[in-house]
């Protein structure tokens, strides 16, 4: 049985257009065998960005090789994750900022990298990372677009293997129905699937 951890940071919940996506690619992965999804609702979550004091402990807990601590529970379940999926919408020319106070908590040292003579090694378990995002306007080859890069550049930094984005977009833009462009990225999760 391989385990997906599903990162839900569909702000808008119900209302995100990134969550049909997510929805459909759950649910088309639930009619396959062999998968066990674990969700991670990130805005039901007490995450805490690195303030000074919290920032500290972590430094200090790392320095006693303290990877128990409960503070790393984030890094350890993505670790020992053997798939990734990511669904967030696109904000502000990247994600929502509570998706990168996620990252931050999976930077540890020891669980999900390591450090050798030549810098960083992931370590992370998974094999394959899917981001799944929906855009008002159009960035998919717009150098501009920085949240499915930076996705792809932590893929590689946690040493997972394979990457994949499906993304749907121009959906603010009114040339095509939304709908229409809704289905158009769910045949794109469609082929993803069949190697994931």
Avoid at 71 to 89: G, H, N, Q
Wanted: proline residues 3%; negative net charge.
């Amino acid at each position: 049985m391989k385990k997906v951890l599903f990162v839900d940071c569909c702000i808008r919940r119900a209302d995100s257009r990134t969550k049909k996506l997510a929805d459909y690619f759950l649910a088309e992965l639930a009619k396959k065998e062999g998968y066990d999804v674990e969700t991670l609702c990130l805005m039901d979550e007490p995450l805490s960005y690195f303030t000074e004091g919290f920032f500290a402990q972590r430094e200090r807990l790392l320095a006693e090789k303290q990877l128990n601590h409960p503070r790393f529970r984030y890094a350890k379940e993505f670790a020992k994750a053997d798939k990734i999926v990511i669904a967030a919408p696109f904000w502000d020319l990247s994600f929502p900022a509570l998706l990168k106070v996620y990252m931050e908590n999976l930077c540890v040292e020891g669980i999900t990298f390591i450090m050798g003579e030549g810098g960083s090694v992931g370590i992370c378990k998974a094999d394959q990372m899917v981001y799944l995002t929906s855009r008002g306007g159009f960035y998919e080859h717009n150098p501009m677009e920085m949240g499915s890069r930076y996705m792809e550049a932590m893929s590689r930094f946690f040493g997972i293997s394979a990457y994949e984005c499906v993304s749907a977009e121009g959906l603010d833009a009114g040339i095509r129905p939304v709908s229409e462009i809704l289905e158009e990225a769910m045949g794109k999760i469609d082929m993803v699937l069949k190697n994931f």
